[in-house]
């Protein structure tokens, strides 16, 4: 078994647009191994966000995917949608920008796990699953009876640890984390990204976690990747990397010039 989880080579993401092609992401190469937290950072429309959805297998048409990504040494771009669908969500989750508005508006927390337990696991049973859903509410320390709460009816911070206990429901190999605290007050955030990274190393997960707030990957990472414009121009240590940057553009984003 290879020690990478996954591991991108030459991937290349395009979009058609009034007969143009458009580069999303350009010759990109990445591994993260087995356990190891990588952070992917840049600017806004850097790209980072289009590679998050290509390993979850999300680039709809016109977007095109080119190149490999091999998870467990499987490449997901020339799987079938059935096939995906057999690795998202069940052996690759995903908490996406925004997820605050993820959950379902019209029906409880309870509904949101039990579609992911009867839709990924096979259960069914609801006595089985509101054992396991107290279990994942116990980890992000929220009381059960949120379970029957309707998303308006929390906070930010509680929607996000559901959302995080969502993601680690069905006990995943690799976690997608695309800006997982925006909109978040500074406490909370802390907060969240606290037990986020204490629940991934608990449990031995691999993430990947795409932002473009450094203080936060300083506390996150074990690795990062710079990305400007669709095309990575540093990766290294996180220390090694914030403490001596190499690439102009990472030296502005150090210094706070460039967000």
Do not use: C
Not at 193 to 211: N, P, R
Request: glycine share 6%; hydrophobic share 40%.
């Amino acid at each position: 078994m290879s020690e990478n989880i996954i591991s991108i080579k030459n991937l290349n993401i395009t979009y058609q647009s009034y007969g143009r092609t458009n580069v999303a992401v350009r010759d990109f190469d990445m591994t993260i191994k087995r356990g190891e937290i990588v952070s992917l950072v840049g600017e806004s429309g850097a790209g980072k966000s289009t590679v998050g959805k290509s390993i979850m297998g999300l680039i709809d048409p016109p977007g095109k995917v080119s190149g490999e990504i091999l998870f467990n040494e499987k490449n997901l771009v020339n799987m079938s949608e059935s096939k995906k669908n057999r690795y998202r969500w069940k052996k690759i989750s995903m908490i996406f920008q925004a997820s605050l508005n993820s959950l379902n508006p019209t029906g409880t927390i309870f509904s949101d796990f039990y579609s992911v337990f009867r839709d990924k696991l096979d259960i069914k049973d609801k006595k089985i699953v509101n054992q396991k859903i107290d279990l994942l509410l116990d980890s992000v320390n929220l009381f059960h009876e949120i379970k029957k709460s309707f998303p308006h009816e929390l906070s930010g911070g509680m929607k996000q640890r559901i959302m995080i206990a969502l993601a680690l429901s069905t006990e995943p190999e690799l976690v997608i984390a695309d800006e997982p605290t925006t909109a978040l007050d500074v406490v909370t955030e802390y907060y969240v990204l606290s037990l986020l990274k204490e629940k991934i190393k608990a449990l031995g997960i691999s993430m990947l976690y795409i932002t473009h707030d450094l203080p936060s990957v300083i506390f996150m990472a074990d690795k990062i990747v710079v990305m400007e414009k669709g095309v990575i121009v540093e990766e290294g240590k996180v220390r090694d990397v914030i403490t001596n940057p190499s690439n102009p553009y990472t030296k502005m984003l150090v210094q706070g010039l460039v967000f």
